[in-house]
């Protein structure tokens, strides 16, 4: 109860503080309208996909980076505290490590799942053909894939202590997951190199995208894999992240 | 009646050097306790070990009964801080800090109201509670915190360095909501601090502490008699050459300068003086003042460190960053 109620508190501490950072959330329509207006408009004729728009394929792919960026991005919370001096209080109150990371991965995971559902919404608006009750579908599906990666920037963030260190690993890791994710092109098919279909199936978020596509797109989408084995495979990758988030929380000493 | 605070050989070196240095104390229930010592003295790290922040290279120490290592959980639920270094979340307002505080420490939520206004109440922040942090001065922060560290009503209260960079007004507030806990509650309390005013004025007992260890242990009172006799403070054009001559014709072996002055500690200053002032006049000295004092906290601290905490620059310059970067947030 203790724990629960520990996870809760650092929960809403995280949704309260995104949804104060207006500027933040009105500034995050601006990548998905490049991705989905110019992009798509400039690629749609070079990227011919059998059955489906390039627009309509990029969507889901559009959604899943959002949510890789914005759940890399929330781990600059752990670097705020450690800066500001928070994180002492945090962890020096009689909740377990574990409790602290869920919180604080929880929250920071609401706050991306926000971002996800924003960028939904506004391929709608542009005329995305899609059925938009597939949102209730997505949002399980979305939660998913943002705990491991909000996990990652979780776990990172706890081992560095400045904010520069912080932006530059996660550019390293951001545009290599989201490259070989398939989010942009397929990366299956005899045109890819043999190499970029090994990497891509290493790219947790491969399997998010994939799935995401199923959800949305329907029959009109030929998985890569069965929605349950990507499903299978996501969640074990959560736990893992998971484990090791409390792990390098536990050894965090301010 | 058993100690609040146990420590035993308690120790944390970083690779050869040892911060904490096999440290045995013990604070007894409902007493301020103060640790004085200049910067780098160890204050922190030991109040780090004693909040199970960090763990110790060797020995052990018991917090309200708990063990800091073994039952490190028990020992949180037990003590409140105020962190050396700010700690607030500044996007949330005061009230929401103090709130997010009492849900961590499971405070019941049928208290928490109850809690937080008459916490509020007490660091005179009633008025603020739902202005965001940042909005907040340096002073009204701490106020914050020293409030935020009572809400779930801890045994042991630590408060490191509590009035470091805030003004004279402020500080005095600070000191006065300290005693004022004291007597309407039974709580015990932690200080530490470089100030001597500070842990003169707070304290009922006082260790002071350098390179890790404790010199000495008292009530401030009595350190000041263990100094016995008087203070002669010398100002003259040549404190040096005087300190020599004192040495030389009257004996006197306890002097130092400081800054522009000269520091004697003698037996019998009244029957002293004259004849500091006549060997002065025969050596061709000018003597511009000389004053009879009694003894202070910080001759105590400089009989048995050796050293002053004024001449510590560094610890201003801690005092003025700590300024800045509470203004900046
Ligand atoms: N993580 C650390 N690694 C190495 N030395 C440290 C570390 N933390 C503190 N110290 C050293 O331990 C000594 C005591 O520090 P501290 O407890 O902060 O002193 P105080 O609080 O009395 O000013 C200082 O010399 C400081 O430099
Ligand atoms: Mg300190």
Redo the contacts between chains.
């Keep these: 109860m203790t724990e629960l109620r520990g996870i809760y508190t650092l929960w809403l501490r995280e949704v309260k503080r995104f949804i104060r950072d207006r500027v933040r959330v009105i500034i995050s329509f601006v990548q998905p309208l490049l991705w989905l207006v110019v992009f798509a408009a400039g690629f749609s004729a070079r990227i011919a996909i059998p059955g489906i728009d390039y627009q309509q394929f990029l969507f889901p792919g559009i959604i899943g980076q959002t949510l890789l960026f914005t759940a890399m991005f929330m781990g600059i919370s752990v670097i705020w505290d450690k800066e500001f001096g928070f994180m002492k209080e945090i962890l020096v109150a009689p909740v377990s490590r574990f409790s602290i990371f869920m919180g604080k991965m929880l929250g920071d995971s609401t706050a991306a799942l926000l971002q996800g559902v924003i960028v939904f919404v506004f391929g709608f608006l542009i005329g995305i053909p899609f059925n938009p009750l597939t949102l209730l579908a997505a949002l399980p599906l979305m939660l998913l894939i943002t705990v491991g990666l909000v996990s990652i920037g979780l776990i990172i963030a706890s081992f560095i202590g400045s904010l520069e260190n912080f932006g530059a690993i996660q550019t390293f890791i951001n545009l290599p997951l989201f490259f070989l994710s398939g989010a942009l092109f397929p990366t299956t098919g005899d045109s890819i190199p043999g190499w970029m279909q090994f990497a891509s199936k290493l790219d947790p978020l491969a399997y998010g995208v994939d799935a995401l596509r199923t959800v949305i797109l329907g029959p009109a989408w030929t998985p890569n894999n069965p929605l349950y084995v990507n499903l299978a495979i996501i969640a074990i990758f959560d736990l893992v992240m998971i484990g090791i988030g409390t792990w390098a929380f536990s050894r965090m000493k301010k | 009646m058993s100690p609040v605070i146990n420590t035993s050989q308690l120790t944390k070196a970083y690779n050869a050097f040892k911060a904490v240095d096999d440290l045995n104390i013990s604070v007894d229930k409902g007493e301020i306790f103060g640790l004085l010592g200049p910067n780098g003295a160890g204050k922190t790290t030991t109040v780090s070990m004693l909040?199970?922040?960090?763990k110790p290279t060797s020995g052990s120490a018991t917090v309200d009964g708990h063990d800091i290592v073994k039952e490190s959980?028990k020992v949180?639920?037990s003590i409140g801080?105020v962190?050396q270094?700010?700690?607030?979340?500044?996007?949330?307002t005061g009230r929401?800090n103090l709130l997010?505080?009492a849900?961590?420490?499971?405070v019941p939520v049928s208290m928490q109201r109850d809690r937080i206004a008459k916490v509020l109440k007490l660091v005179e922040l009633e008025d603020r509670a739902d202005d965001l942090l940042r909005t907040y001065s340096g002073g009204m922060r701490r106020r914050l915190e020293i409030g935020?560290g009572l809400i779930h009503q801890p045994k042991v209260l630590f408060l490191d360095e509590p009035t470091v960079g805030l003004d004279p007004q402020t500080r005095d507030h600070i000191w006065r909501y300290i005693k004022d806990l004291k007597e309407a509650n039974e709580i015990t309390v932690v200080l530490t601090t470089h100030y001597m005013d500070e842990a003169d004025r707070l304290s009922d007992r006082i260790a002071i502490m350098d390179h890790g260890k404790i010199d000495v242990l008292d009530t401030p009172q009595r350190l000041k008699e263990t100094l016995e006799g008087d203070v002669v403070d010398i100002k003259s054009n040549d404190n040096k050459v005087l300190q020599e001559l004192l040495a030389t014709w009257l004996g006197f072996v306890n002097q130092r300068i400081e800054k522009d002055s000269l520091k004697v500690t003698v037996p019998n200053g009244k029957t002293v003086m004259p004849r500091i002032v006549e060997l002065a006049n025969q050596n061709n000295l000018y003597i511009e003042s000389i004053v009879l004092r009694e003894p202070n906290l910080e001759d105590v601290f400089l009989h048995y460190t050796g050293g002053s905490i004024r001449d510590d620059t560094t610890k201003e310059l801690h005092g003025l960053s700590a300024i800045h970067r509470r203004a900046i947030?």
């Excluded at chain 2, 270094?85 to 949330?92: H, I, M, N, T, W």
């Design positions: 909040c199970t922040i960090l959980s949180r639920k801080i962190f270094d700010p700690s607030v979340d500044d996007r949330l929401e997010m505080h849900n961590l420490y499971s935020r947030r």
